[in-house]
């Protein structure tokens, strides 16, 4: 018998049984189907949950950052270079904890995440002072230090502080798009590869009025980018609510320096103070 003619013969058998057989066999067979992949699906996330559950509790620091991070194969110098130090970290925290709220969910927003550091120890921070707090923020995950795909690291960095759930991470520039800082890269090819959502901020504003109680800004350093941001930036900032912008350092970064200067003179805001990383300002009710 040629292997047409027995195609032949099974099709036509198959007909004649589907023919005899309920067509409610089918349709069981086909939930028992699904029942199974649900079944198995709901099996491997307990599992995750379990695992994730075992190593709950790691407590943030800049040096478990650093740790954790290394391991994942990025330089830990690197790490610490591209961060906000810890003293600087906990400079900023008195203040949240002088200045903010206690009895209410607190919300910020974090510009330029980097690795994650500074966002992993503000997101501790509000969540530890309120557990509904969130922090929501804004990077275009593009290559900085010579790291690719940072949010990758990120992600895995809140993950394993147990932050992820009090977060919402934007991909998106502030503003417009801008030019990469790693200057060995071909900005022609480089700028259409980065192309992200641009104009987040107008998009918040649009969408939440003026909801954050903390702005932190360590994103493009570039002074006339980073004034734009701040203009914007006023109009999504509470009364009472504060402005901590990084590198506020008159020798390594003096555009950004001035900036903060002029803001700790401007009526709409009061400075708080500065430890030579870090400055901070709080935003005045209005009169």
Same mark, same amino acid.
């Given at each position: ?5 027995? &195609? ?65 194969? /990025? ?9 906000? +130090? ?8 008195? /203040?949240?904890?002088?200045? /903010? ?7 910020? &927003? ?10 992993? $120890? ?17 990077? +275009? ?8 795909? +940072? ?6 960095? &809140? ?13 998106? $520039?502030? /503003? ?20 992200? +959502? ?90």
């Amino acid at each position: 018998m040629s292997a047409w003619v027995a &195609l032949a013969m099974r099709l036509r058998l198959r007909k004649a049984v589907g023919a005899l057989v309920p067509r409610g066999y089918d349709d069981l067979r086909a939930r028992r189907g699904r029942d199974h992949v649900l079944a198995m699906r709901d099996r491997r996330m307990a599992t995750g949950r379990a695992a994730l559950a075992a190593r709950a509790g790691v407590t943030f620091s800049v040096e478990e950052s650093a740790r954790f991070l290394a391991a994942r194969g /990025l330089d830990a110098d690197q790490v610490r270079d591209g961060s906000v +130090p810890q003293a600087s970290l906990d400079y900023a925290g008195s /203040l949240v904890a002088s200045e /903010l709220p206690r009895d209410r969910p607190l919300l910020a &927003l974090h510009i330029g995440n980097f690795v994650g550091v500074s966002l992993a $120890y503000l997101s501790a921070l509000l969540t530890d002072r309120h557990p509904g707090s969130r922090v929501v923020s804004i990077d +275009p995950n593009v290559v900085h230090r010579g790291v690719e795909d +940072p949010a990758g690291h990120v992600f895995a960095l &809140l993950d394993h502080f147990g932050l992820l759930a009090g977060n919402l991470v934007i991909t998106g $520039y502030t /503003l417009e798009q801008n030019v990469n800082e790693e200057y060995e890269l071909d900005p022609a090819v480089s700028y259409e590869a980065e192309r992200r +959502p641009e104009h987040v901020l107008r998009s918040l504003a649009a969408w939440t009025g003026k909801p954050f109680d903390v702005v932190f800004i360590d994103g493009n350093h570039d002074g006339r980018y980073l004034e734009r941001e701040i203009a914007q930036l006023r109009q999504l900032l509470r009364p009472s609510g504060l402005l901590i912008l990084d590198d506020v350092d008159e020798a390594a970064w003096r555009m950004v320096a001035e900036i903060f200067d002029r803001l700790a003179s401007d009526e709409a805001f009061e400075e708080l103070g500065r430890d030579g990383r870090l400055g901070i300002l709080r935003m005045s009710r209005p009169s």
